[in-house]
């Protein structure tokens, strides 16, 4: 079975790297350019990991993992969120909300299934 992983970002570089560094993985990919499209998509799809952006427009990151932490179906998805600042009391608040990991930018796709591993048993694909 396909894992599903849904990505949250205003920037179309960071969507094409994610969806390039987990093309060799057994996954389908979902894309959102913003929190709104984001859970939108999160509550259709029920994703398996979602990469979600902390500085966005319409909805920024906190914003969407606040509303996925406050639904019932959406609240167990484990988040890895990007960020381009590495400050720490944006780590700490975020930390706090029960992301799983965060990565900030730029990373290099490997990076980021690395810390999917953590989350998801990814395998390659047959």
Avoid at 44 to 55: Q, R
């Amino acid at each position: 079975m396909a894992y599903k992983i849904l990505t949250v970002d205003d920037s179309k570089t960071i969507r094409m790297i994610v969806k390039k560094a987990f093309s060799q993985y057994n996954c389908d990919l979902f894309e959102a350019e913003n929190g709104v499209e984001g859970l939108a998509l999160a509550n259709k799809e029920i994703p398996d990991l979602i990469i979600l952006d902390i500085t966005m427009p319409v909805m920024t990151g906190i914003e969407m993992l606040e509303k996925l932490k406050a639904e019932k179906e959406l609240k167990d998805i484990p988040v890895i969120m990007l960020t381009a600042e590495s400050g720490k009391e944006n780590v700490m608040k975020i930390v706090k909300m029960g992301v799983k990991d965060y990565i900030v930018k730029p990373f290099k796709g490997e990076q980021l299934v690395e810390r999917a591993k953590g989350v998801l048993k990814l395998a390659p694909k047959a």
